[in-house]
């Protein structure tokens, strides 16, 4: 069935540390992967995407990394600050102009 | 440019009552999407308009409708609410180019049914 998972469901980092979130999806003909990120009281905001030629794309302080012989996505953020804390969600459409999100991952940033 | 706005931005109902939310996309976007965000099924696809044409829609009951003017403002309507439809209702619009499908998502109307 349709379905976009995360591995963990919170993840709590020391500020100034790297973090890593990871992302399985399980439609193999999704190509086109996008991260969010939503704090307390706001709608989801893009951060980065990828299409599903690419395994590696690097934006502002993020990167998302895209293995497609396992199905896995993953954001990486570096130094991560207290403003990064938020509920973060990857997501996949497969054409038909309908995203499939995943159940998201809450990063704690430790001061 | 403004963003996605939705009102109310809360709602109280009781059971079996109907609403109905709104949405004004960013200028220019055509594209306006719903979702429903609860804690439990997370963020689940409602359904997505493009001039005035639903595209596609999610696995909800028919109780669950939308539609979107020719201005591309959207509305969704539920019907006979049930408790279980107490959520955070999103839009999101977005522009529709080629090799992007970025998203842009408002606060949301926050429902609760009584």
């Known amino acids: 069935g349709e379905s976009v998972g995360l591995h963990l469901p919170t993840l709590s980092v020391q500020e100034g540390d790297n973090s890593i979130i990871n992302c399985a999806y399980s439609?193999?003909?999704?190509?086109?992967f996008i991260w969010y990120k939503q704090e307390s009281g706001k709608g989801p905001q893009f951060i980065i995407d990828i299409r599903s030629n690419m395994d590696k794309r690097q934006g502002q302080r993020v990167t998302v990394l895209l293995n497609k012989t396992v199905k896995h996505l993953s954001l990486q953020i570096a130094a991560t600050q207290p403003g990064d804390s938020a509920v973060y969600f990857c997501?996949?459409?497969?054409?038909?102009?309908?995203?499939?999100f995943g159940a998201g991952t809450r990063l704690f940033v430790k001061a | 440019k403004a963003g996605v706005t939705q009102t109310p931005r809360y709602l109280i109902k009781t059971r079996g009552q109907q609403v109905t939310l709104s949405c004004s996309p960013i200028?220019?976007?055509?594209?306006v999407s719903w979702y429903q965000q609860t804690p439990g099924q997370g963020l689940q696809f409602l359904f997505e308009?493009?001039?005035?044409?639903?595209?596609n829609k999610g696995n909800f009951p028919g109780r669950f409708s939308g539609r979107q003017f020719s201005n591309s403002r959207s509305e969704m309507n539920v019907s006979t609410l049930e408790l279980g439809d107490s959520a955070l209702y999103l839009c999101?619009?977005?522009?529709?180019?080629?090799?992007?499908?970025?998203?842009?998502f408002g606060p949301g109307t926050r429902l609760t049914v009584l």
């Open positions: 439609n193999s003909a999704s190509d086109y």
């Open positions: 997501a996949e459409n497969g054409g038909g102009f309908k995203t499939i």
């Open positions: 308009y493009f001039s005035e044409t639903q595209r």
């Open positions: 999101a619009s977005s522009l529709v180019l080629a090799g992007s499908n970025e998203q842009f």
């Open positions: 200028s220019g976007h055509r594209s």
